[in-house]
């Protein structure tokens, strides 16, 4: 080998590692409702975790009170991941749930959050058994302005800037209720500084209905414009969107999408049959990012066709090429990166 052609290849050798660093490095860890692998969800313990761990968005879901706050909770009810069933036992509708709705905030801080749980049989019985014990020590829901101002606080202490990644839940339930849960949170985005596609946040819903107003209507009445993140579910909701020309119909509206990775690799995938769909390559024809959901490490949560929690997150981040993921344990996925971006 000639002289010249050493160099050639050694630069070729540096230039192609420097791309897979650049790539894996530009990758984004969301902290699904924080580091709620370990802590639990939507807890502020929990989203202190998820920033130590490295996370480079922590999202939050919201819904709102009867005195109108914007709380951190991911159902609309406060059945699964508070207490409300023992402080306020006369409080549930008719159907037996307790929703947030109907309470003040002030109500809200008597709870305590724990560990989510379902009732099997009368019993509280915790949804992953592996992990924080439920009912133990004492955790609260928090607003949405407070987690907003723990996150920009560690930005300012730690010289990081990690972002936020707030979903509007139930926007058709809050309609019906009488509240504008958008407005509201488009609002507190605006107090908070994040007032472009710059800033560090991506609003997101699984409603293209809602999606179109705060794009067409909530936007231009507040004066800001940020990031937009449709939500796509396994239900037929989303046909239209996987069917040719409906990522390009939607980049109308959103910056991107957050697919159940189900959309992405098919169920029936298995170990050397790994089937992506043509959903990553039509997103990012239309310049969409994709963040698909949720990346968990629990026993038996890894699908079959991956194996091991590394390889399925290599399968979805350099195989089908996404741009971050939702995780649980974000740590697992920064430390994956990291080694990633190394090799
Ligand atoms: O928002 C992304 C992901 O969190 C969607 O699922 O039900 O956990 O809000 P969910
Ligand atoms: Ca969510």
Do not use: C
């Not at 849960?181 to 007032?195: E, M, N, P, W």
């Not at 590394?310 to 740590?331: K, Q, S, Y």
């Amino acid at each position: 080998m000639s002289v010249f052609t050493r160099v050639l290849s050694g630069l070729i050798m540096v230039a192609t590692l420097q791309g897979q660093a650049a790539s894996a490095a530009e990758k984004l860890v969301i902290a699904h409702r924080g580091a709620s692998g370990y802590l639990p969800e939507h807890t502020l313990p929990a989203k202190a975790m998820a920033y130590a761990m490295g996370a480079d968005y922590i999202e939050q879901d919201v819904v709102m009170t009867s005195d109108d706050a914007l709380i951190v909770l991911h159902d609309i009810t406060l059945d699964r991941t508070t207490d409300v069933a023992s402080v306020f036992p006369n409080r549930a509708r008719a159907d037996g749930r307790y929703y947030a709705i109907d309470f003040t905030l002030a109500e809200i801080r008597q709870l305590r959050a724990t560990e989510g749980f379902r009732i099997n049989n009368g019993m509280q019985e915790q949804g992953f058994p592996g992990r924080f014990p439920m009912n133990q020590s004492t955790f609260s829901v928090p607003t949405l302005q407070e987690e907003i101002e723990m996150i920009q606080g560690l930005n300012q202490s730690t010289g990081r800037q990690v972002g936020i990644y707030p979903e509007i839940k139930g926007p058709e339930f809050h309609r019906q209720e009488g509240k504008d849960i958008s407005t509201a949170v488009v609002q507190v985005l605006k107090d908070y500084g994040y007032t472009s596609k710059d800033s560090p946040v991506y609003l997101q819903t699984f409603s293209y209905a809602e999606l179109r107003i705060i794009a067409e209507e909530i936007f231009p009445a507040a004066g800001i414009e940020v990031n937009l993140v449709q939500l796509m579910g396994n239900d037929g909701e989303y046909d239209w969107m996987l069917a040719e020309g409906g990522m390009a119909q939607l980049a109308q509206f959103a910056d991107g999408i957050g697919p159940s990775m189900g959309l992405l690799v098919t169920p029936e995938s298995s170990k050397g049959d790994v089937q992506i769909t043509p959903l990553a390559r039509r997103a990012h024809a239309a310049n969409l990012q994709i963040h698909p959901y949720t990346f968990r490490s629990d026993p038996g949560l890894v699908p079959d066709y991956a194996g091991s929690f590394a390889e399925l997150l290599r399968i979805h981040l350099f195989d089908v090429g996404v741009d971050g993921v939702f995780t649980d344990f974000p740590d697992q996925a920064r430390e994956f990166l990291r080694t990633s971006a190394a090799d």
